[in-house]
Structures are given as structure tokens and as C-alpha cells.
């Protein structure tokens, strides 16, 4: 079994940056896997904000291309979001995705709030 666990979230101002952080722990190595971030804000469908393949090939929404990047530490099992030129419409909860062969599994989610 896979656990994901986001941390980061919070209030922050436009303009401002922000790191989200994905917690791995189980029975798998996210070296050899594919994962991503999405977000869902209020009454909108969950969308892909950014991925990163085991062979670290990343890849963006066009709405976050140029502002946020992700990464991930396989030392640590842990997947990044580091997000900046934050405005209000990135307010969502953000969620880790994680792939490996036929299985998915997702984290609980991280909410932050971009306003002044």
C-alpha cells in the first residue's frame, strides 16, 4: 500500500511563491514511478498541473508554464511543487498523484489561498 501525504499550504499574497511538498511511504520507490500535481478548486473539475515521469521528463498545464516547478528527492520519496508569480486563480486544493504500472493513488490534498 502507497500513503501520500502533501504538506505546504497556506495564504499567501499575489506575487508571493510557495513550495508544496508529497510525502511517499509504502511499499514502492517513487523513482520508478509517474507523478503529478492537480488541482480542484470550488465547483470546478479536478485538472493536471504538472508531472514528472520516472526518467524525469516534466511536463505543465499552460496556465503554470513558467511559474511552477516540479521535482522530487528519491532520496527522501518526496515529490515538490515550487510555485511562484502566484495568482488568485491558482487557489485550490492541490493534490499528489502518483502512478506505477495499472495503479494510482492520491494524496489527501494541500488547500492554499492566493489574496491580498
Known amino acids: 500500500q502507497v500513503q501520500l501525504v502533501e504538506s505546504g499550504g497556506g495564504l499567501v499574497q499575489p506575487g508571493g511563491s510557495l513550495r508544496l511538498s508529497c510525502a511517499a511511504s509504502?511499499?514502492?520507490?517513487?523513482?520508478?514511478?509517474?507523478m503529478g500535481w492537480y488541482r480542484q478548486a470550488p465547483g470546478k473539475q479536478r485538472e493536471l498541473v504538472a508531472t514528472i515521469t520516472s526518467g524525469g521528463s516534466t511536463g505543465y498545464a499552460d496556465s503554470v508554464k513558467g511559474r511552477f516547478t516540479i521535482s522530487r528527492d528519491n532520496a527522501k520519496n518526496t515529490l515538490y511543487l515550487q510555485m511562484s508569480s502566484l495568482k488568485p486563480e491558482d487557489t485550490s486544493i492541490y493534490y499528489c498523484n502518483l502512478q506505477y504500472l495499472t495503479m494510482g493513488y492520491w494524496g489527501q490534498g494541500t488547500q492554499f489561498t492566493v489574496s491580498s
Open positions: 509504502g511499499s514502492i520507490f517513487i523513482s520508478i514511478t509517474t
